[in-house]
């Protein structure tokens, strides 16, 4: 069975850092995208990066870029968000999944994680 499992989310300060795993299982990673999505509250949620395993692309949305990496270590099974220069904005919960559509413009899960709540405040 398909599973992702995040972690890492907690508080920190404006400026401050930030790592998200997702843990994986039930699917050979390698050969799959993984998205790294975001909900605020009261809004949509919305993917913010995502990466194809299969030849190391990543892509991420301009209010993201620049501050969070997405990176993943097969032999651990696991992507990883890195999340630096956070920002208030960037309180949400957030969550991993499968995208349907590969990581095109149209990034939309298929298979999610339970979500893990972040929030930077000081």
């Known amino acids: 069975q398909v599973q992702l499992v995040e972690s890492g989310g907690g508080t920190a300060q404006p400026g401050g850092s930030l790592r998200l795993s997702c843990d994986t299982s039930?699917?050979?990673?390698?050969?799959?995208?993984v998205g790294w999505f975001r909900q605020a509250s009261g809004k949509e949620r919305e993917g913010i990066s995502c990466i194809n395993t299969t030849d190391g692309r990543t892509y991420s949305v301009d209010s993201v870029k620049g501050r969070f990496t997405i990176f993943w270590d097969n032999a651990k099974n696991k992507v990883y968000l890195q999340m630096n220069n956070l920002i208030s904005e960037d309180t949400a919960v957030y969550f991993c999944a499968i995208p349907a559509y590969g990581c095109g413009p149209r990034l939309q899960g298929e298979y999610w994680g339970q979500g893990t709540q972040v929030t930077v405040a000081s």
């Open positions: 039930g699917f050979t990673l390698g050969h799959y995208a």
